[in-house]
């Protein structure tokens, strides 16, 4: 049974844009196959789930084939199943307030009115 290196592969089929941004986002614990934490030499193959961080979302794929070398999109697409449930709507995903940069520390009055907009 072929194996391959999990950042090779996951730069192969085109998760990540560069090998050196696979590895740095296994060392930064950003890609887990199945559900353990993966360092960049781990080996996979066939049947491993593989999850990688990405802008605050996993993206979920499930290894159906090995490939070593970066080809097209609709080549590599072969080698994966994409298990990726779909991201919610804007609108749905809910608002996050944000201060603006340099505005220091929230008051206590703001602490506290940021504290009743989290429902805490």
């Known amino acids: ?3 391959a290196r999990v950042d090779s592969w996951i730069w192969a089929v085109r998760i ?3 090998r050196s941004a696979a590895t740095a986002a296994c060392k930064a614990g950003h890609v887990r196959v199945n559900g353990e934490r993966a360092k960049p030499a781990q080996p996979i193959g066939p ?3 593989v999850r990688v961080r990405q802008n605050g979302f996993d993206r979920i794929v499930v290894v159906t084939g090995i490939i070593l070398k970066r080809t097209s999109a609709p080549e ?3 080698h994966y199943e994409d298990r990726t449930p779909p991201r919610l ?3 749905e995903a809910g608002f996050v307030p944000v201060r ?3 505005a220091g520390r ?3 009055r703001e602490r506290r009115d940021l504290e009743k907009l989290r429902g805490y």
Do not use: F, I, Q, Y
């Open 16 to 18: 990540t844009k560069t």
């Open 106 to 108: 929230p008051s206590k």
């Open 89 to 91: 709507p804007r609108e």
């Open 76 to 78: 590599a697409a072969k």
């Open 1 to 3: 049974m072929a194996k």
């Open 47 to 49: 049947g491993d789930e």
């Open 100 to 102: 603006d940069r340099g």
